[in-house]
């Protein structure tokens, strides 16, 4: 079955949890979209995981594309949500318009994810205005991890909770469908889930969000840069592909591989006039 906003707002109504997984490219997409997903999200984390930087800043609207592009292939039946890089809307309502236009037209992701609370409220209303529907994100906002001096649980004293409630509620009222809870204490998560009418999709906010998303290398084992404590480990992949290059070089190295049904065959008459 197809999944839209319309799969989103309908999840939330009827209590059933939605699940998200992110994805950079077509044959992990198609791997993720056959197993059932909701929805896949093409993240700006592609800046950690897939090109090696140590933040998510120097990802870029071509990248972003790029990458929505291979996805969009793969996936059939997934909601593909494409992730707003750092400055493709923080400068203007209209260069925010524009890069959502991109990322749906250029990319053919289906909605767009940005980041940020109240002072972001003015791009959500004018990118939905456009047509385009919008997912927003809260909490542990990764393209802020200047200002929060690292990539640290947001959200756990009095005030920083208020805030992240207001937040939640104004960029509901600006016209978001759905938003994403990020590093934040989870009974806060509950709170902010039971007072939207629009579904929450958790990733270190605990189990009381509507939906939940992981990135996933982490969740199969295939990143060890570092991995936060919300993520559980499904698989061990990472181990696993490490033991099959090595068993290749040896196999190689030994002669082994590649064995004669791995080649092709000449007609012996060709052979004999060759020699
Ligand atoms: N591989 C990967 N997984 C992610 O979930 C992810 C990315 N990359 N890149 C973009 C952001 C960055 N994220 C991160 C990165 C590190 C922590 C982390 O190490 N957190 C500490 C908590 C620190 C604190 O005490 O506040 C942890 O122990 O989980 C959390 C989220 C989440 N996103
Ligand atoms: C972690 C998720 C929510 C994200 O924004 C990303 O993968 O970029
Ligand atoms: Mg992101």
């Not at 992730?83 to 767009?112: C, H, W």
């Not at 958790?202 to 840069?225: E, K, R, T």
């Amino acid at each position: 079955m197809k999944n839209t906003v319309i799969t989103f707002k309908e999840a939330k109504e009827r209590s059933k949890k939605l699940t998200m997984l992110t994805s950079y490219d077509y044959s992990t997409a198609k791997l993720i979209d056959n197993a059932g997903i909701n929805g896949i999200l093409v993240g700006d984390s592609l800046g950690m995981v897939c090109l090696g930087y140590e933040d998510t800043l120097s990802v870029t609207m071509e990248d972003m594309i790029h990458h929505t592009k291979a996805v969009s292939r793969g996936a059939k039946n997934s909601l593909i949500v494409a992730d707003m890089p750092f400055m493709s809307y923080q400068t203007s309502v209209y260069d925010a318009v524009v890069n959502a236009g991109r990322l749906i037209k250029e990319g053919r992701a289906q909605v767009v994810k940005l980041e940020g609370g109240a002072e972001v409220c003015d791009k959500i209303e004018s990118i939905v205005k456009a047509s385009i529907p919008v997912m927003g994100h809260l909490g542990l906002t990764p393209q802020s991890v200047n200002e929060f001096g690292g990539f640290k649980v947001q959200g756990r004293d009095e005030e920083a909770a208020k805030k992240l409630i207001e937040d939640a509620l104004a960029v509901e009222k600006s016209g978001a469908f759905a938003v994403v809870l990020e590093g934040i204490p989870s009974k806060v998560a509950a709170l902010v889930t039971e007072k939207l009418s629009i579904p929450t999709i958790g990733i270190g906010a605990g189990a009381d969000c509507d939906g939940q998303i992981l990135v996933y290398q982490d969740m199969l084992g295939m990143f060890s840069d570092f991995t936060p404590k919300f993520v559980k480990k499904y698989e061990n992949l990472g181990e696993r592909m490490n033991a099959a290059f090595k068993n290749y070089i040896d196999e190689v190295g030994n002669g082994i591989f590649p064995s004669e049904e791995h080649g092709f065959r000449v007609e012996e008459a060709v052979l004999a006039k060759l020699y």
